[in-house]
């Protein structure tokens, strides 16, 4: 059964995890294969510790310092790798790279040991693993607690924060969020370089004002949020903007300010088309909330171009059963009816069909 929009549950709240960004054209129950579950094993719990030798002669002791820090390097340089891997999509591969950096840490640096957590944390919460991504994001919670770098720590708490906001934990959502802003409004005038971080802390506390129904007050934070950066200059800057300006969005179309809300988001889109080339998973979740601001406004054949895009790059990059994928899908079967592409319809059914094993067991 297909349900026209205005009776659709608008995700925008229920699916914050996203940024806003999640698909807004639910549907009801419309199973097309079982999703399953992941059989990626979870990280290694690192490096285990050597036994310190008290007697080391200065020549030992030199070459010792020498080893760990090419080891740090090494780490470092699969960090990169890593990161680049994510950034193509390559998520299987980023995510055995990250582990291999994990293993690699030298022992006591717990700085690059909680970099390189949170680095797996953060590919999990992409890939929707959420159970995994707490738990790594707490470990490297418990490693910088112990340290002095202030400012890596408030980026965890912010990470950890919005962890707990997909999984609809508010109120924890909004303690670790305003632990970093306040360790980065301490550090921002005699550090600039942790502007961003800031910026990306504010952002995260308009969406929590959105979980809680202060729409204004949301309002107003992804405005001064847009405004730190005129003119962004670096691929995170550019991002960033993009992410307040497709949250902005959101907010403008839960109060049917539709045309602020498709001219917000139609800006991102332009960003995350140029940054992320034309795969990213941000420019998917993109499309899928342009398609939204039409499938309100009953505009389904502007949506479906939109949602058409988004279910290729999700099915491309994640596969057909991950339930990110299945969503968008969904979607794409309900604005074809809507559109009455009754062909199209059979085309993608077949096909499907034949991505389906058969008597395929959980």
């Known amino acids: 059964m297909f349900v026209p929009f205005e009776f659709l549950p608008d995700k925008s709240f229920d699916e914050l995890v996203t940024k806003l960004q999640g698909p807004l054209l639910a549907i009801t129950a419309l199973t097309l294969i079982s999703t399953g579950t992941s059989s990626i094993a979870q990280p290694s719990e690192g490096v285990s510790k050597n036994e310190t030798q008290k007697n080391v002669a200065p020549e030992k002791a030199s070459a010792d310092a020498k ?38 840490c030298p022992d006591g640096d717990n700085t690059l040991q909680a970099e390189v957590l949170e680095s797996i944390a953060g590919l ?13 994001y707490g470990r490297a919670i418990r490693l910088l607690e112990s340290g002095a770098d202030q400012a890596k720590l408030a980026i965890a708490y912010d990470n950890m924060s919005n962890v707990c906001l997909k999984r609809h934990k508010i109120e924890e959502a909004q303690n670790f969020n305003q632990k970093c802003i306040d360790i980065l409004a301490n550090q921002v005038k005699s550090k600039p370089v ?54 902005l969005g959101g907010v403008y179309l839960k ?32 499309l899928q909330n342009v398609a939204s601001v039409y499938g309100h406004q009953h505009q389904y054949e502007k949506a479906l171009p939109f949602v058409k895009r988004a279910e290729f790059i999700e099915e491309s990059t994640l596969g057909l059963k991950n339930p990110d994928t299945l969503s968008v899908l969904k979607d794409y079967i309900l604005l074809l009816k809507l559109t009455h592409k009754d062909a199209e319809i059979k085309a993608l059914s077949v096909r499907l069909a034949k991505q389906q094993p058969v008597n395929s067991k959980q």
Request: one cysteine or more; hydrophobic letters at 40%; charged letters at 30%.
């Open 194 to 247: 942790v502007r961003i971080d800031l910026a990306k802390a504010l952002n995260q506390k308009a969406l929590l004002c959105v979980a809680t129904r202060k729409l204004p007050e949301a309002e107003d934070v992804f405005k001064q949020t847009i405004s730190l950066y005129p003119n962004p200059a670096t691929i995170d800057e550019k991002l960033l903007v993009a992410t307040a300006l497709d949250n």
């Open 255 to 286: 109060q049917a300010k539709f045309a602020d809300s498709e001219a917000s988001r139609l800006k991102a889109l332009v960003i995350y088309e140029k940054v992320g080339g034309g795969k990213s998973q941000d420019l998917a979740k993109c």
């Open 67 to 104: 080893s760990t820090s090419v080891s740090a390097e090494e780490v470092k340089e699969k960090l990169n790798l890593g990161r680049k891997q994510r950034n193509d999509a390559a998520y299987r591969e980023a995510e055995e790279t990250f582990k291999s950096a994990l293993k690699m």
């Open 124 to 136: 999990y919460l992409a890939t929707n693993r959420l159970d995994e991504s707490e738990s790594l």
